[in-house]
Structures are given as structure tokens and as C-alpha cells.
């Protein structure tokens, strides 16, 4: 029972450098989400995908990017990564876009 | 305004003792509502579904006021295991379906 799949846990980036938040689900959820959550703040969503070669920008999408080509995966890329990027990225899936939502266990992100 | 408010606490609470909170949501369209339950920066759980004729789970209740824009938790009984912070999550109505709202989350500290 992997459900959702977040890798790597933890990552230091330096101003400037690139990455990717791996995130993989097995349970066919059409519904994709990546979120991001700043010490004391509520998540906001960055992108999200409603089913294969479907993104759309949440609430901050700048500064990132997204790519859904299969069902199961839904990579986050951070281009010229920022220390306003600081922050703990949570992916999480959905059966559909009304239902409860099954979460990743994190990345936790700095940038310095 | 926030589109989904939470008073942050933290409700220190004696064991044994009953504790409730609420939430309140901007969007009068928001179609489904949620109560998360999310421990030291770790994913959100969900804790329960809210739904319209209010719903209970073991010591948890929850409550859905329409009229006022508001959902509401009760906890009895509190145990230790209870302290977390308790995230109240809105779905977006039909112009926003499958996009999730999050408040910042009531703490919840359970004394002995």
C-alpha cells in the first residue's frame, strides 16, 4: 500500500540551482496536486492536474513548473531556485476533485 | 480575506475535557468540507468528511453551518493523542471544483 510517493525527504538547494520533487501514486487517482507550506501558514496550492497531459496553476505557481505525462507521476520542477522558496512541499492525489485527499509524506526544501 | 479563517489557539485542553473550534469560508459555493489532523510538519490525515446533517466519529463531531459560512469540530473526552493541529480544507465551488482551500490550522495541546 504505497499510496502517494514523495522523494528525496529533505534537499539543500543554493540560490540559483535547479531540482525536481518526485511524486508517484498507485492508486489511479486522476487528480494531482503539489502544495507548499510556509511555518504557520495554511498549504497553498501550486499546480495541480485533473488527469494525464492536464496542468493548471494554483494560488503561487511562479517559479515552478509541472508536467503530468502519465497517470501515476506528477514531477515538480523548481527552475533558479530562490530563498522565498524555502518551504515543506506536500504532493497529494485525489479519485476526484471532490474527495478526500491522500498526501505524500513531504519534502522538506532549503534554499540559502 | 482569507478565504478559509481558523482561530490558531493553541486550545490547551485537560484530558478528559471537551474542546471545539471553527472555521469559517469566504466562497458561499464551496461544495465539500473537510477536517485534517496534521502532527510537527508531518502530511495532513484526514480526520473526517463534514457533511451537511453534521456527522460524528467516536469523540469527534463536526458541524456544517451553511448559513453562516462556518464548520465547527468537537472533540470529547480529549486525550494526549489528540494534540496536533487541525486543519479545516474547503473545496471550491463549480468555478473552482477540485481546488482546495486550507486554513492555517487550530492548534490543540492536551495537558495531563
Known amino acids: 500500500n504505497a499510496g502517494v510517493t514523495q522523494t528525496p525527504k529533505f534537499r539543500i538547494l543554493k540560490i540559483g540551482q535547479s531540482m525536481t520533487l518526485q511524486c508517484t501514486q498507485d492508486?489511479?487517482?486522476?487528480?494531482m496536486y503539489w502544495y507548499r507550506q510556509d511555518p504557520g501558514m495554511g498549504l497553498k496550492l501550486i499546480y495541480y492536474?485533473?488527469?494525464?497531459?492536464?496542468?493548471d496553476k494554483g494560488e503561487v505557481p511562479n517559479g515552478y513548473n509541472v508536467s503530468r505525462s502519465t497517470t501515476e507521476d506528477f514531477p515538480l520542477r523548481l527552475e533558479l531556485a530562490a530563498p522565498s522558496q524555502t518551504s515543506v512541499y506536500f504532493c497529494?492525489?485525489?479519485?476526484?476533485?471532490?474527495?478526500?485527499?491522500?498526501f505524500g509524506s513531504g519534502t522538506q526544501l532549503s534554499v540559502l | 480575506r482569507k478565504e478559509v479563517e481558523q482561530d490558531p489557539g493553541p486550545f490547551n485542553v485537560p484530558e478528559g475535557a471537551t474542546v471545539a473550534f471553527n472555521c469559517t469560508y469566504s466562497n458561499s459555493a464551496s461544495q465539500s468540507f473537510f477536517w485534517y489532523r496534521q502532527d510537527c510538519r508531518k502530511e495532513p490525515k484526514l480526520l473526517m468528511s463534514v457533511y451537511s446533517s453534521g456527522n460524528e466519529d467516536g469523540r469527534f463531531t463536526a458541524q456544517l453551518n451553511r448559513a453562516s459560512q462556518y464548520i465547527s469540530l468537537l472533540i470529547r473526552d480529549s486525550k494526549l493523542s489528540d494534540s496536533a493541529t487541525y486543519l479545516c480544507v474547503v473545496n471550491g465551488g463549480a468555478d473552482s471544483w477540485g481546488k482546495f482551500q486550507f486554513g492555517a490550522g487550530t492548534q490543540v495541546v492536551v495537558t495531563p
Open positions: 492536474s485533473v488527469g494525464a497531459g492536464i496542468t
Open positions: 497529494a492525489s485525489s479519485p476526484q476533485g471532490g474527495e478526500k485527499l491522500f
Open positions: 492508486m489511479n487517482h486522476n487528480y
